[in-house]
């Protein structure tokens, strides 16, 4: 069983006098970055001048460096970038300040995991990756709670890098609904693997294949669209909420009878050991080694995909669908 940590388990106090630089302020930095500092954390900001960013960081209260300035004068570096500008960003402007004693903190895993980032042995490097997007964390911590999370410890300098990164969670809300323990490793691969095989790749080829079947078979493309895509959210919601049982005890006998009958023949183990695939590639690194040769070469594929998807008859289907429904203009 995984350990669950909650707010009696937070029993230290050592981020009471540290100062904390958020490097970043998308989703996920703000989020994290306000969360801190309403819970009495000293914050600052680390961005590159002249972007959006910076001017929003410092309408929100902060008090904004550049990354170099940021990680000179924090105790802990918390790297909320996107993944593929870390290495280069924590190279330039992060390694030459992470003196002894300092502290360098993730959302999540794959840096570090995959040997992008490689900090030097004389510092604590934990992980702290609240299970939501970043307005979620921030709603729920307004409200008086907060969003699930993991933390992990790479390396444990100090001695205190477990007890710092609870505390951090804390501060973000976190344990008030239950932080995991976990590692770098099973956090990233399972991260990867779950968008691939289900989050992103799975259920956008099951609508588009769902859609496109409805479609060949002679119904409308809207009609398609609300049996395809439209009503998926309906049945996500379901599950989020109760789980499979819930959903099940919801939707019609008809729906019950038919999914549980269908289902398994049409997601089959043949598509079970694509996703066996998957997850080898992501856990023997060959997807990251294709994925940093795509990034440096462009992106010439992932745009080409996107053009692609964009171009769908469902997405333009989609188009007329969600102004019916009032969510688009």
């Known amino acids: 069983m995984v350990k669950v940590y909650y ?15 958020v490097i970043g302020y998308g989703s996920q930095g703000k989020a994290q970055a306000q969360n801190l500092r309403d819970s009495g954390i000293k914050v600052i900001v680390g961005l590159r001048p002249g972007g959006s960013s910076w001017n929003l960081a410092k309408q929100d209260g902060f008090e904004v ?8 004068k924090a105790d802990i570096i918390h790297i909320l970038i996107p993944d593929m500008v870390q290495p280069e960003i924590y190279k330039n402007e992060i390694h030459p300040y992470m003196g002894e004693g300092k502290t360098l903190g993730f959302s999540h895993g794959f840096n570090i995991h995959y040997g992008l980032i490689v900090p030097p042995s004389n510092v604590d490097v934990f992980m702290v990756a609240p299970k ?9 911590y307004l409200n008086g709670f907060g969003t699930p999370a993991l ?8 001695g205190k890098c477990e007890a710092l990164a609870l505390e951090f969670a804390k501060a973000l809300g976190c344990t008030k609904a239950g932080v995991i323990k976990t590692t770098f490793k099973d956090e990233t691969e399972s991260d990867l693997i779950g968008e691939q095989c289900v989050l992103v790749g799975g259920v956008m080829e099951l609508i588009k294949k769902g859609f496109e079947v409805l479609v060949e078979e002679g119904y409308p493309p809207e009609l398609a669209y609300f049996e395809a895509c439209n009503e998926l959210k309906l049945i996500v919601d379901l599950i989020y909420e109760g789980g499979l049982t819930k959903m099940l005890s ?3 006998e008809t729906a019950r009878f038919g999914g549980l009958l269908m289902g398994s023949k049409i997601v089959d ?6 996703m066996r695939m998957t997850a080898k590639k992501v856990k023997d690194g060959s997807f990251t080694k294709t994925w940093l040769e795509e990034y ?7 745009q080409k995909w996107l053009e692609e998807t964009q171009k ?3 997405e333009t289907t989609g188009k007329v669908i969600r102004k019916m429904s009032g969510l688009e203009k």
Do not use: F, M, W
């Open 65 to 72: 460096l550049e990354i170099s300035e940021a990680s000179k």
């Open 269 to 274: 183990d043949h598509v079970k050991e694509n």
């Open 7 to 21: 707010d009696e388990d937070v029993t230290t106090n050592y981020l009471k006098d540290k100062v904390v630089a």
């Open 132 to 140: 939501s997007p970043g307005s979620k964390v921030r709603e729920t």
């Open 250 to 252: 919801t939707v019609s």
């Open 151 to 158: 933390i992990a410890v790479h390396q444990d300098y100090t």
């Open 296 to 302: 440096k070469s462009g992106r010439k594929n992932l």
């Open 312 to 314: 769908h008859s469902l």
